[in-house]
């Protein structure tokens, strides 16, 4: 029993099985289906779902190529025999991964008509174990943020790569003009469980609703936010346990570690610019010494969450590596053997950390300002293997390296992180970017997204 | 820094200070306005913020008495003139407890007309530092739904006490029908924060919201369910900690606590009546060996939650409280001060755990069958805190003792607790009821919420 794998909160039937969930997007082109799409599915895989979503277009554009708005007339009777069957396609691909080891699926489609979501529905019931089907439907008529889409869409869609901005405004208008002969918004008599947004996320409706994963779902949709500042983030400055390579405890900054410090503050009054943010910042710290130490320097408010506390290493607090293998090595072994879900005995693992720092991805998501974040480097694997869409068994091996600072900057589709190396030798300290390491990881809706690599 | 005190997740401006919030209830009578503010009361109250619940009814019945149903006649204008300067009665003392120390505030009323909300909003707008407004609005148009809280009112409103069924239908329904003339749903051309369940919790609608706190509220309200299933809950048997007084760690159980499992797993198939449960019943554990092996004997399946470990005595683990009194004077002391807020360093408060076991109590708030929680003293402490509805600072005092099962019963408004003591002395073990002890904590809507004694 000692030092258990850990099992995530998934939704359990009651007789103690599984329960898969099928999300159906809803909506015009154009109304960020994708976009939240991909965002809930990152969200869902961190967490420990297994997690895909299948995008209508990209079967369509890998199958058929291009297309221009004529394609969608519903009176071409050709394109929309082709349009139906792919459907039924894309919806069949979705099932057998939720047959096989997939937790969750999303239908990334425009789902508009109601015969469409019929055809969902009765394919559905005739599987054996039918996931729940939950509709997410995105609505938005404020045409100022329609145009921004479209404006973006542009510049991502190979649909519309050589094409100028009106040619591509007015093909995308004609398309939304076609879908919305068919379009009915989804209503409670159709009996269905259902999530609405309206404007980004100005208002939510939640029909029929019940379980952990949906409820997870809401509250991210809630706190999505389309004013992505950027977030800093740092492993505190060397400490008098880094310097024996002692796990965990509560100790202070080694005199390199104060130095690191020192620099930390320099860097960020100075070259981050943040100092320049008109709204200006915030710092996050852990309750342990050794990140509110290394924050000190900065000489600004911080905020001290027990959430970004260092993983808990339980019976091997205080040890070194070497001697959690001589006294315990089948600790040393079964961590070895799986990093992600092996729990310290009376501590915690991986998957644990990431359960503890989700409220914390939640403010970040809802921040409306720029964020320093000060922790350890188990926390910030896990923030980080959130942002950059990491295989969640690749999140405990993720490089974040001492006295360095990372920023990473969020587009709609794409995180990147830039990383800076703070001289930390020389006193005064100097601040060096001897290294700026750019990486660079594109969440673009053309990749599949089983893709992770950075 | 070492063993600081908690700071809850509160909302904080850009600036860093706290806002306060004021949740208004809106709906015409029997829509659960009461029933909503007084579950949502406690949740915040237990993760922290200072609450209470200003209901308009209690104070028209302390200062005017019992009314029919004329009263509430809008072309009655003495009464109404009564009930508008009554209203604005309420609001300010809500709106004098959150300049003092309180942080949310529920204006329990009506609030069902255009004219007493823009009396709310301008009112507000009046404060120094006005806290934040939501609106929550109860609708329901089943007539089944509504008859049942109509015949619940009439069990516990003083107003029909003495009435027989017909008469209080008849005049709850003329009290109904009074107040829709001048009832208007909130819309979002008001321009307001709001959040609308329909039927319960069938729907729910969130309009233009951010935060911390009213999003916990919105998940709360998403998994409040009618069906309110019975409770078991008991700690371990005694460990060979226990034996020794010591604090935390991973122990198996002694050999007296091995007699209570099996007692136990007597009990629950036996004289608890569980295994007659038509929906069978689930049983919750923690990752510790102590509650596992206190389960095992049900033969049961059991699902391990880790947030139902015991409170982390961080630096104290595997100590004596006498050993802690003498190596760290200054914890012993602390902790003596403020139970609830001190933090063992590099382990666990006790507001820590309140915020760790939250998605138990969401878990049990929706479950659809009675379930078994096999935990520890500290996490039921914080368990039973939330239901009986205490005053936090006493939810590190709260009697849980060892060898017992406790049996939590909820209607809308009450909890009640039955103790079962369990022989854990004899060898083949016998169930003794030798006490039963029973404690009854009424959450009726008479009671002022400030009221937690059991
Ligand atoms: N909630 C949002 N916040 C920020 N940006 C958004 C949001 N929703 C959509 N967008 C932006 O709108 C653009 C179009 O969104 P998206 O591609 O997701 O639309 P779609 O509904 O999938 O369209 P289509 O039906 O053509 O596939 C994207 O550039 C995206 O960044
Ligand atoms: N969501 C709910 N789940 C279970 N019971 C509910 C719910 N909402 C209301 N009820 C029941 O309905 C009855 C009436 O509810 P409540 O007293 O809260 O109504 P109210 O809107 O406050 O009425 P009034 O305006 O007369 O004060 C109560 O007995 C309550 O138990
Ligand atoms: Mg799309
Ligand atoms: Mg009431």
Same mark, same amino acid.
């Given at each position: ?6 099992d995530?909160k998934?939704?359990?039937?009651e007789?103690?099985?599984y ?9 015009l ?25 299948f ?10 190529g ?14 929309m ?12 691909d979705?099932?057998?991964?939720l047959?096989?080891?997939?937790e969750?699926a ?6 508009h ?19 729940i ?6 609505? *938005?008529e ?24 009106d ?11 076609f ?11 159709e009996?269905l469980?259902?999530?609405?947004v309206?404007?980004?996320?100005h208002r939510?409706e ?10 997870r779902?809401v ?6 936010n ?14 008098n346990?880094n ?12 005199p ?14 100075g070259d981050s610019?943040?100092?320049?943010a ?8 852990? *309750? ?11 000489n600004?408010?911080? +905020? ?6 260092e993983?808990n290493?339980?019976? *091997?607090e205080g ?22 879900r092996?729990?310290y005995p009376?501590?915690?693992?991986y ?7 989700e ?9 409306h300002?720029?964020t320093v974040?000060?922790?350890h ?5 896990a923030i980080l293997?959130?942002?950059l869409?990491?295989d ?10 001492l006295?360095s ?7 709609a589709?794409? *995180?990147?992180?830039?990383?800076y190396?703070?001289?930390?030798e ?6 060096? +970017? ?6 660079a990881q594109?969440l673009g ?7 992770y690599?950075?």
């Amino acid at each position: 029993m000692e030092g258990a794998f850990t099992d995530v909160k998934k939704k359990t039937t009651e007789s103690g099985s599984y329960v898969n969930y099928l999300f159906v997007m809803v909506g015009l082109p154009a109304r960020g289906k994708t976009y939240i799409s991909r965002h809930l599915a990152r969200y869902l895989q961190w967490i420990g779902f297994k997690t895909t979503v299948f995008n209508m277009s990209h079967y369509r554009r890998d199958l058929h190529g291009p297309t221009e708005a004529e394609f969608y007339d519903p009176t071409n009777t050709e394109s929309m025999t082709y349009l139906r069957k792919l459907h039924l396609t894309v919806l069949d691909d979705a099932l057998k991964y939720l047959e096989g080891d997939g937790e969750v699926a999303f239908f990334d489609g425009t789902n508009h008509s109601l015969e469409r979501r019929r055809a969902v529905l009765s394919r559905v019931a005739q599987e054996t174990n039918p996931p729940i089907v939950v509709f997410i439907e995105s609505i *938005c008529e404020d045409l100022s943020i329609i145009h921004d889409h479209i404006e973006n869409m542009d510049m991502y869609s190979p649909d519309y790569l050589n094409n100028d901005r009106d040619t591509t405004f007015k093909d995308v208008n004609q398309r939304i003009s076609f879908y919305r002969r068919d379009y009915k918004t989804l209503t409670d008599d159709e009996g269905l469980s259902y999530i609405k947004v309206f404007d980004l996320n100005h208002r939510v409706e939640v029909n029929n609703i019940g379980g952990y994963v949906p409820a997870r779902i809401v509250f991210l949709l809630m706190n999505l936010n389309p004013n992505r500042h950027e977030i800093w983030f740092t492993r505190h400055g060397e400490s008098n346990y880094n310097t024996k390579g002692l796990l965990g405890g509560d100790p202070k900054l080694s005199p390199r570690g104060e130095i690191y410090a020192e620099a930390l503050g320099e860097f960020i009054r100075g070259d981050s610019g943040l100092s320049e943010a008109a709204e200006g910042f915030d710092v996050w710290t852990s *309750c342990l010494r050794r990140t509110i130490q290394t924050a000190a320097e900065l000489n600004h408010p911080t +905020r001290k969450w027990r959430e970004l506390n260092e993983i808990n290493a339980g019976l *091997c607090e205080g040890m070194t590596y070497e001697q959690v293998a001589e006294k315990y090595p089948h600790i040393s072994a079964a961590r070895a053997k799986d990093k992600l879900r092996y729990r310290y005995p009376a501590g915690e693992s991986y998957l644990d950390v990431v359960m503890r720092v989700e409220p914390v991805i939640m403010e970040l998501e809802r921040a409306h300002r720029p964020t320093v974040v000060v922790a350890h480097q188990a926390i910030l694997r896990a923030i980080l293997g959130y942002f950059l869409w990491k295989d969640p068994d690749s999140i405990p091996h993720m490089s974040v390296p001492l006295h360095s600072v990372l920023k990473l900057t969020r587009t709609a589709y794409t *995180c990147r992180v830039e990383v800076y190396e703070l001289d930390s030798e020389q006193s005064p300290p100097r601040i060096v +970017r001897g290294r700026r390491v750019v990486r660079a990881q594109s969440l673009g809706p053309h990749e599949p997204v089983q893709n992770y690599v950075t």
